[in-house]
């Protein structure tokens, strides 16, 4: 078979002719547990099974791992071909998504403003209502919390564009429940599930309240420059049901609200779920809108889309506002499959991405793009890493087992990535026109500590 070199800028390959295909293969092998998954996939991990992966690999349903590889081919004319292969993937098979429900939310956040201020969208349209106007939030109703000044924002002027870098630089919470109040727990919901997104059940912000609280979303209220408002939200409050499962409890033990060992597993049932075939869908959404079906992306203007693939793939290191420290939160910081001692990043790698931290699960969903050695592919895995069976006590095995883990195989889908015969070998360049570079003589203090999730937020 001849091989073709394809020079062709990345933004070319977003074709609405794009073939889409997915296989799952049942698979055993004797090396991992005897479970159905892609054969290529059961290979990959063969072959990583020491060191770090040894003993999750061994017991991969204690670990409750689930992982997604999806290779990506081009044809002659750079039109590129999606291969999904999953190893004991399950969307009945419960994880906590944590901090990964940021990511629809930032998205659905963007696709309302660009609804609001387009007049084929709305028939009252706001023009000047867009990600970078100032939003405030109003407390109305228990236990809300008002919001009128963002101190790592310009001017500290609360935006929904500087929310969306929060929310994917390194994954701070408040975002995520602005999000959610400006979208509303019903709206949010319905929408996804619209979009195809069956397994979506979003019920709760990160603030430790109620159901009943959590029903409730704040007033908004956005302004222009001369300080006048240009649009409002009264206070919303969700009045449909949602349909939980059978009850899903996890653990021997955890800690309940009032800091008590209590003996029984935690209950799950009721919390935030979204499985991971829908959240590395959402992120192909965005990367390659084109490659999936109208229904399922999501109804952003091209300059918005651009904005979020920057901030999926930018580094902390490289931002002005917020400004984080960077020996705090360094730039592998939430690329979960590249994070090592040296806490860097390889300069020819991007990975758009967002990660899940919370009650021992640790999830990754990117998109890895290589420009030096023109691979790209995408990457999903969850996995459980809680040896003492107790919930919410902030005493998991991340450190030893779950960033090794993920580190491990990450790097093992890279090296075959590398090794993997291509019939057409496109030169592919970043979709994102340029990132930012820090300002080495602002004199401003660093950020130290950002509200990310735990338990005190989680519960």
Known sequence: MTSYKCSLDFSQLLRPTWTLLFVIVGFSTSGLAQSKNSPVLSSILEKASAGPAQQVLKDPDTYRLQIIYTQIDRNKKGEPRFTHHTFLVDPDKYFNPASMVKMPLAFLALEKLHQLNNPIKSERAIPALNRDTRIMFDSSYSRQVAMSKDASAPGEIPTIGHLVKRAFLISENDPYNRFYQFMGQGPTNQILQTKGYSSVRITRQFMGFTD????????????????????????????????????????????????????????FTRHNSISLEDMQKMLQAVVFPNSLPKQNRFDISEQDRLFLLQYLSQYPSETNYPKYDTSVFYDSYVKFFFQDSTHSMPKNIRVFNKVGWAYGFLTDVSYVLDTLNNIDYMLSATVYVNSDGVVNDSKYDEETVGFPFLKHIGNAFYEYELKRKRNYHPILKNQVPKYEERDQNDTRPSIKNAPLLDKSLAL
């Open 212 to 267: 009943e609280q959590n029903r409730h979303t704040n007033a908004v209220r956005f302004y222009n420059s001369n300080g006048q408002e240009i649009y409002s939200q009264e206070p919303g409050y969700n009045r449909d049901s949602f349909l939980f499962p059978a009850p899903i409890l996890i653990g021997n033990a955890h800690i309940n609200r009032q800091e008590q060992l209590v003996q029984g597993p935690f209950d």
